[in-house]
C-alpha cells in the first residue's frame, strides 16, 4: 500500500516477536496493540502494549490461528497496521488478504508472493523455471525403495513442525500420518510433500528486503546449520562456509534477488538453500516473513530490520545498495527442553531468567556485546500450547571467535531457575573445537555425540562443592527462621558428636547425601577434608577449598523454590531437589509406571491392556507445544494398567500406564 500512513500496530502474534515489533514501534513513535490467549494473560508483551485485546482459549487454533478475531481487535482499539510475526498467520494468503480488505495496512508481502512461496511444493517449480537450483520434489505416493532417505516436510510452514526423516519404507506412512498431523495443528494445512534427504549439509539462508520501487537488496547471508529436529538451535552471521569459499556470496546473492524478483516479492524475507562443502546449493523455500534468527543480520548491518519493515509497507523507498557486513554475530535459542531426553520440552515456572553482559534488549548493538530477546520474565509461566523457546542471547564481535567466547560466557553464567533447559548443550557447542573452526553441518549432534554435548556443564567435583553450599546454605536459612538459639550454627556442639545431614536429589546424578557438623574451629564437612567455610547466608556461601597449590575462594550463590535449591557458581549451574528426612510410601510409584514427561493431550494409544509389549514399543503419543511425543514400554512384560483415554489432559508426572515385567521363558 504505497502512501500508506502508519500510526498505530497490531502484532498478531505472541512472545518476544511481538516484545520485538513493539520495541521498535516505542523507537519510532508508533503506538502498539497485543492480543493474547487465556494462556498468556500475564504475558510480558501483554502488559507492554498500549491496548491488549483477549481472544479467548488456550490453543493456536481458538486464539493466534483465528483471524477473524485479530482483525476485530485491530479495528476495535483503532489499529491502523498488522504485523504478523513468524509463525501461526504469518504465511498465510488468506489472512493477509483479510487484513487488506478491512482497510489496514499489511506488514508483509504482497497476497499474491505469499501464495506463490506458501506452496513448497509449488514454490520449488517455479524457482526451478526461474533458473534457481533446486532438490526434486517428490509425491509421497510414489516414494521407493531408492528415494530413501527422504525428508517429510510441512507444504505450508516450517520450524520443524511436520517434518521426519525416513529411511525404511515400512515408516513411510505412518510417517507421512504423523507429520500431518503436526502440520494441521501448527499452519491449519495438512498438505505434505517428501525430498531428498542429505544426511549432512549446511543450512545457508538469504536475507531480502525489497521495496515497492524496484529495488531488491540481499542484505546478508546466515548459516543456521545446526539444528534438532529440523528445528534450528544456533544460527549466524556471516557463514563460515561463505567466507571461506570464493565466489559463494555473490551467487548465493544473485539466486536470492532472482528469487524474490520472480514472484514480485516487497518487504522482507529469506530465501533458504542447503549447501554442500564445494559451494554448491539448493534452494529449500522462500519464508515470506521475518525470521526468528534476524537480528544476526542486523548486528552484522546496522540495520532495524522491523523498521524497515514498516518503512515499506508505508511506501518508503530503500537506498540503491544495503550496508556492508561487519564484524560476526551468533545467536542461541534457549529452549525450556532436556536435550538428553530426546529433547523434551518442559513446562512449569520460570522463577528466575537473568543473564550476564546483557547490553541491550530488541535493539542494535554497535559494538561487542550481548543481545537479549525474550518473552518470558521471572516469574513467567510456560505451558503446553506454544513453542517452548525462553529467549534469543545474541552476541557481537569483531571476529567469530570473541563472538563465540562471548556468547557462551553469558549463557554459562546466567541464572536460569525453575525448568530444565538446553543451556549446557549451547555453551558446550560454542566452546567446541569444531564449531570453533566453523566445521558446521545439521549432522553436528550426531557427528559430535549428544551425550556428550547435553552433558552438565559442572564437573562431578563442582557438583560436589555446590551440593556443600546448598547444605550449608539451607543451614543459614535455617538459623534465619529459629526462634530460640538462632546465633548458634546449625548443630553446633561444643563436643564432638554426629554430623547433621540433609540429602538432595540431582536430575543428572541422583542423590547426595551431605554429612556436616559446627565446632569450636568452624565447620566439618564428611568427605571434604581441608575445605574451610568463609562465610554462609541462606543465599551466598564461601568456601575455601583446598588445592594442590593452596586454597582457593570459591563463591557460590543459592535461591530456593519450595523444595528446588539452584546453585550458580563459575563451575556451572547446579539444580536440586531438596529430599525430605521421611518418604511416605504413598509417594512411591510401581515399577515399569510410564509417567508423563510434560502436561499435554493424549492423542493415540498404541497396545491394548492386558497385551504383550517389547521394550521401546509405544505405548501412547503426547501432544504438547505443537509436538507429538511418543511414550515408550521402558521393559518388555505385559500392559497390566491404561489410566488414560484418547483426548484425555495429563499433568507432568501423571501415571499414564504401567508395563508389569515378566521372566523370559525357555520354551
Known amino acids: 500500500m504505497t502512501g500508506a500512513h502508519i500510526t498505530n500496530v497490531l502484532v ?13 514501534c516505542r523507537r519510532m513513535g508508533l503506538g502498539s496493540v497485543a492480543v493474547y490467549s487465556d494462556a498468556d494473560a500475564a504475558a510480558p508483551h501483554v502488559a507492554e502494549a498500549d491496548a491488549a485485546v483477549r481472544l479467548p482459549g488456550n490453543t493456536p487454533a481458538e486464539t493466534y490461528l483465528r483471524a477473524e478475531l485479530i482483525i476485530e481487535a485491530a479495528l476495535a482499539t483503532g489499529a491502523d497496521a498488522i504485523h504478523p510475526g513468524y509463525g501461526f498467520l504469518s504465511e ?10 478491512a482497510g489496514l495496512v499489511w506488514i508483509g508481502p504482497p ?31 510414489e516414494v521407493t525403495e531408492a528415494h530413501l532417505p527422504v525428508l517429510i516436510k510441512a507444504s505450508a510452514g516450517g520450524g520443524g513442525r511436520g517434518m521426519r526423516v525416513v529411511r525404511e519404507l515400512a515408516d513411510l506412512t505412518p510417517q507421512i500420518e504423523a507429520a500431518r498431523r503436526e502440520a494441521e495443528s501448527a499452519f491449519g494445512d495438512p498438505t505434505v510433500f517428501c525430498e531428498r534427504y542429505l544426511e549432512t549439509g549446511r543450512h545457508i539462508e538469504v536475507q531480502v528486503m525489497a521495496d515497492t520501487h524496484g529495488v531488491i537488496w540481499a542484505v546478508g547471508e546466515r548459516e543456521c546449520s545446526i539444528q534438532r529436529r529440523h528445528q534450528k538451535v544456533i544460527e549466524e552471521a556471516p557463514s563460515p562456509l561463505v567466507e571461506r569459499t570464493e565466489g559463494m556470496r555473490a551467487r548465493l546473492f544473485e539466486a536470492a534477488r532472482l528469487a524474490a524478483g520472480a514472484i514480485g516479492y516487497t518487504g522482507a524475507g529469506t530465501v533458504e538453500f542447503l549447501a554442500d562443502e564445494r559451494g554448491e546449493f539448493f534452494f529449500l523455500e522462500m519464508n515470506t516473513r521475518l525470521q526468528v534468527e534476524h537480528p544476526v543480520t542486523e548486528c552484522t548491518t546496522g540495520l532495524d530490520l522491523v523498521r524497515l519493515q514498516l518503512d515499506v509497507a508505508a511506501g518508503g523507498a530503500l537506498p540503491a545498495e544495503p550496508p556492508a557486513m561487519r564484524g560476526h554475530s551468533i545467536e542461541v535459542r534457549l529452549y525450556a527442553e532436556d536435550p538428553a531426553q530426546d529433547w523434551q520440552p518442559q513446562s512449569g515456572t520460570v522463577h528466575r531468567i537473568d543473564i550476564p553482559s546483557v547490553r541491550t534488549e530488541f535493539d542494535l548493538l554497535d559494538r561487542p556485546g550481548v543481545r537479549l530477546d525474550t518473552g518470558v520474565v521471572d516469574g513467567s509461566v510456560v505451558g503446553v500450547h506454544y513453542d517452548p523457546m525462553l529467549a534469543k542471547v545474541i552476541s557481537y564481535a569483531e571476529t567469530r571467535g570473541e563472538a563465540a567466547r562471548l556468547l557462551a560466557s553469558a549463557l554459562h553464567r546466567a541464572k536460569i531457575h525453575g525448568l530444565v533447559t538446553n543451556r549446557d548443550l549451547l ?11 566453523g566445521d558446521t553441518d545439521t549432522a553436528f549432534f550426531a557427528t559430535h555425540g549428544l551425550d556428550a554435548l547435553a552433558a552438565p556443564l559442572v564437573s562431578e567435583s563442582g557438583e560436589a562443592l555446590s551440593i556443600v553450599a546448598a547444605a550449608l546454605a539451607d543451614a543459614a536459612a535455617n538459623r534465619g527462621r529459629a526462634r530460640v538459639g538462632g546465633g548458634l550454627p546449625s548443630g553446633w556442639r561444643n563436643l564432638p558428636s554426629q554430623s547433621q545431614r540433609k540429602s538432595y536429589e540431582s536430575r543428572a546424578t541422583g542423590t547426595h547425601e551431605v554429612g556436616y557438623r559446627f565446632g569450636r574451629t568452624g565447620v566439618a564437612v564428611d568427605g571434604h577434608d581441608g575445605l574451610e ?6 543465599d551466598r556461601v564461601v568456601l575455601s577449598v583446598p588445592g594442590e597449590r593452596g586454597p582457593v575462594r570459591r563463591q557460590f550463590a543459592v535461591a530456593r523454590y519450595g523444595d528446588q535449591v539452584y546453585v550458580d557458581s563459575p563451575l556451572g ?7 525430605p528426612r521421611f518418604s511416605d510410601p504413598a509417594d512411591q510409584v510401581a515399577t515399569g509406571s510410564l509417567l508423563a514427561p510434560m502436561p499435554g493431550s493424549v492423542i493415540r494409544l498404541g497396545a491394548e491392556l492386558g497385551s504383550h509389549v517389547e521394550q521401546g514399543q509405544p505405548i501412547l503419543w503426547l501432544e504438547a507445544m505443537k509436538m507429538e511425543h511418543t511414550i515408550a514400554a521402558p521393559a518388555a512384560g505385559v500392559l497390566s494398567a491404561v489410566n488414560v483415554t484418547v483426548g484425555q489432559q495429563v ?3 501423571a501415571v499414564l500406564a504401567v508395563v508389569e515385567p515378566v521372566e523370559n521363558q525357555e520354551n
Open 427 to 437: 555453551v558446550r557447542v560454542l566452546r567446541h573445537p569444531a564449531f570453533l573452526a
Open 92 to 101: 498465510n494468503a488468506e489472512f493477509a488478504k483479510a487484513v487488506l480488505d
Open 12 to 24: 498478531a502474534n505472541r512472545g518476544e516477536i511481538a516484545r520485538r515489533v513493539f520495541a521498535t
Open 573 to 579: 549451574p547446579v539444580a536440586l531437589r531438596r529430599l
Open 533 to 538: 567455610l568463609v562465610e554462609a547466608a541462606a
Open 111 to 141: 497476497v499474491e508472493a505469499i501464495e506463490q512461496m506458501g506452496s513448497k511444493v509449488a514454490s520449488k517449480k517455479m524457482m526451478d523455471a526461474a533458473g534457481v537450483p533446486v532438490l526434486a520434489e517428490l509425491d509421497p505416493d
Open 651 to 653: 499433568d507432568v508426572g
